[in-house]
Nanobody
Framework: QVQLVESGGGLVQAGGSLRLSCAAS????????MGWFRQVPGNEREFVAAIPGRGGSTRYADAVKGRFTISRDNAKNTVYLQMNSLKPEDTAVYYC????????????????????WGQGTQVTVSS
Protein backbone atom coordinates (compact mmCIF):
# COMPACT_ATOMS: atom_id res chain seq x y z
CA GLN A 1 0.00 0.00 0.00
CA VAL A 2 1.41 3.35 -1.04
CA GLN A 3 1.65 6.02 1.60
CA LEU A 4 2.90 9.59 1.49
CA VAL A 5 3.57 11.14 4.88
CA GLU A 6 4.27 14.85 5.19
CA SER A 7 6.09 16.45 8.09
CA GLY A 8 7.75 19.73 8.99
CA GLY A 9 4.77 22.04 9.15
CA GLY A 10 4.22 24.43 12.00
CA LEU A 11 3.90 28.03 13.10
CA VAL A 12 6.48 30.56 11.92
CA GLN A 13 6.73 34.32 11.79
CA ALA A 14 6.64 36.18 8.51
CA GLY A 15 10.08 36.17 6.92
CA GLY A 16 10.95 32.84 8.48
CA SER A 17 11.62 29.46 6.91
CA LEU A 18 10.31 25.92 7.09
CA ARG A 19 11.25 22.71 5.33
CA LEU A 20 8.54 20.22 4.56
CA SER A 21 9.33 16.56 3.96
CA CYS A 22 7.27 13.89 2.25
CA ALA A 23 8.34 10.31 2.80
CA ALA A 24 6.91 7.74 0.40
CA SER A 25 6.50 4.06 1.15
CA UNK A 26 4.97 1.11 -0.60
CA UNK A 27 6.76 1.72 -3.90
CA UNK A 28 9.64 3.72 -5.31
CA UNK A 29 8.98 7.09 -6.94
CA UNK A 30 12.56 7.89 -7.96
CA UNK A 31 11.60 8.09 -11.65
CA UNK A 32 8.22 9.73 -11.19
CA UNK A 33 6.92 13.26 -10.91
CA MET A 34 6.21 14.45 -7.39
CA GLY A 35 4.67 17.69 -6.30
CA TRP A 36 3.40 19.96 -3.55
CA PHE A 37 0.01 21.61 -3.37
CA ARG A 38 -1.69 23.73 -0.74
CA GLN A 39 -5.22 24.49 0.29
CA VAL A 40 -6.90 27.08 2.47
CA PRO A 41 -10.35 26.15 3.85
CA GLY A 42 -13.02 27.31 1.45
CA ASN A 43 -10.58 27.62 -1.45
CA GLU A 44 -9.52 25.34 -4.24
CA ARG A 45 -6.37 23.32 -3.82
CA GLU A 46 -3.55 25.09 -5.66
CA PHE A 47 -0.31 24.00 -7.23
CA VAL A 48 2.89 24.99 -5.46
CA ALA A 49 5.78 23.08 -7.04
CA ALA A 50 6.67 19.92 -8.94
CA ILE A 51 9.84 18.01 -9.67
CA PRO A 52 10.35 15.59 -12.56
CA GLY A 53 11.67 12.10 -12.14
CA ARG A 54 14.00 11.93 -15.14
CA GLY A 55 15.60 15.26 -15.82
CA GLY A 56 13.92 18.43 -16.93
CA SER A 57 13.16 21.46 -14.89
CA THR A 58 11.24 21.95 -11.70
CA ARG A 59 8.09 24.03 -11.88
CA TYR A 60 6.76 26.58 -9.42
CA ALA A 61 3.66 28.63 -8.94
CA ASP A 62 4.31 32.31 -9.57
CA ALA A 63 3.38 33.10 -5.96
CA VAL A 64 6.32 31.08 -4.60
CA LYS A 65 9.02 31.50 -7.26
CA GLY A 66 12.29 32.61 -5.80
CA ARG A 67 11.20 31.72 -2.25
CA PHE A 68 10.42 27.98 -2.35
CA THR A 69 12.63 25.16 -3.58
CA ILE A 70 11.51 21.60 -4.29
CA SER A 71 14.07 18.81 -4.17
CA ARG A 72 14.20 15.05 -3.80
CA ASP A 73 16.38 12.36 -2.26
CA ASN A 74 15.72 9.20 -4.26
CA ALA A 75 17.73 7.08 -1.86
CA LYS A 76 15.24 8.03 0.84
CA ASN A 77 12.20 8.07 -1.49
CA THR A 78 11.53 11.54 -0.11
CA VAL A 79 10.67 14.92 -1.58
CA TYR A 80 11.24 18.23 0.19
CA LEU A 81 9.90 21.76 0.01
CA GLN A 82 12.20 24.43 1.39
CA MET A 83 10.15 27.52 2.11
CA ASN A 84 11.96 30.80 2.74
CA SER A 85 10.77 34.37 3.21
CA LEU A 86 7.39 33.07 4.27
CA LYS A 87 4.38 35.36 4.10
CA PRO A 88 1.04 35.20 5.92
CA GLU A 89 -0.61 34.34 2.60
CA ASP A 90 1.43 31.13 2.52
CA THR A 91 -0.69 29.84 5.41
CA ALA A 92 -2.41 26.63 4.27
CA VAL A 93 -2.44 22.87 4.56
CA TYR A 94 0.35 21.58 2.33
CA TYR A 95 -0.08 18.28 0.52
CA CYS A 96 2.48 16.05 -1.12
CA UNK A 97 1.55 14.18 -4.31
CA UNK A 98 3.12 11.48 -6.45
CA UNK A 99 2.46 10.29 -9.98
CA UNK A 100 2.30 6.59 -10.73
CA UNK A 101 3.51 6.67 -14.33
CA UNK A 102 4.80 10.04 -15.55
CA UNK A 103 8.49 10.88 -15.58
CA UNK A 104 8.04 14.46 -16.73
CA UNK A 105 5.85 17.29 -15.48
CA UNK A 106 2.69 17.57 -17.52
CA UNK A 107 -0.04 20.18 -17.70
CA UNK A 108 -2.24 17.67 -15.94
CA UNK A 109 0.17 17.42 -13.05
CA UNK A 110 0.10 21.17 -12.49
CA UNK A 111 -3.67 20.89 -12.41
CA UNK A 112 -3.53 18.25 -9.72
CA UNK A 113 -3.72 15.00 -11.68
CA UNK A 114 -1.63 12.89 -9.32
CA UNK A 115 -2.33 9.32 -8.27
CA UNK A 116 -1.27 9.47 -4.64
CA TRP A 117 -1.70 12.12 -1.96
CA GLY A 118 -0.51 12.63 1.57
CA GLN A 119 -2.69 13.63 4.48
CA GLY A 120 -1.35 17.18 4.63
CA THR A 121 0.63 19.28 7.07
CA GLN A 122 -0.44 22.67 8.41
CA VAL A 123 1.75 25.69 7.80
CA THR A 124 0.81 28.89 9.61
CA VAL A 125 2.68 32.14 9.04
CA SER A 126 2.00 34.92 11.51
CA SER A 127 2.36 38.58 10.64
Amino acid sequence: QVQLVESGGGLVQAGGSLRLSCAASGRTFSSNVMGWFRQVPGNEREFVAAIPGRGGSTRYADAVKGRFTISRDNAKNTVYLQMNSLKPEDTAVYYCAADRTNFYITYGAINGNFDYWGQGTQVTVSS
